[in-house]
């Protein structure tokens, strides 16, 4: 595990790529090469460091759903529509513990107020993989109300992929 918030960039890659096993989306041959990243992830640095990967997506869905809003009464208010609307929607997802709500909720809030996501789950020790799976749902929310934002379905998939195309081109 790394410290202070930072997070090995495959493992954060390897987050996306859970949110693109769950998405109905993704092709079938896509969905498979996902599932190969994430599992090449877990057993190079381990899903804990996976898991902290999506917590750091989670916050960056979150800044950037409240910072690219349209201004005026359109606007979603952090504390009382984007993050309750997420939890709310977690019961569709049957393997959704319930009991794991109030750190995920944390997460959303630590967001919301410009945060180190990260950082802030990281005080509270490991992610239990119960925590982890909720995680990922939340993530996969958050995506699915930024395309309905953008009124473009993928369009999150497509600009994180982008990213990290860049990244590599730059570290190689």
């Not at 967001?111 to 996501?117: E, F, K, R, V």
């Amino acid at each position: 595990m790394t410290s202070d918030g930072v997070v090995v960039d495959e493992a954060i890659r390897a987050a996306w790529d859970s949110y693109r096993v769950l998405e109905k989306r993704t092709s079938a041959k896509a969905r498979q090469e996902a599932q190969q990243r994430v599992k090449a992830a877990v057993d190079a640095y381990g899903r804990e460091e996976v898991s902290r990967g999506t917590v750091f997506l989670v916050g960056v869905l979150t800044g950037y759903l409240i910072a690219e809003q349209p201004r005026g009464e359109d606007r979603l208010d952090p504390l009382s529509d984007l993050i309750p609307a997420v939890i709310r929607r977690l019961p569709a997802f049957e393997m959704a513990d319930p009991a794991q709500v109030p750190m995920v909720t944390g997460v959303l809030m630590a967001a919301a107020m410009g945060m180190d996501t990260v950082a802030w789950r990281d005080r509270f020790g490991q992610i239990p993989p119960e925590e982890a799976l909720v995680h990922g749902f939340v993530l996969w929310l958050l995506a699915d109300l930024f395309d309905s934002m953008a009124g473009q379905p993928g369009v999150i998939d497509h600009m994180m992929r982008e990213t990290f195309e860049a990244m590599v081109a730059e570290q190689g």
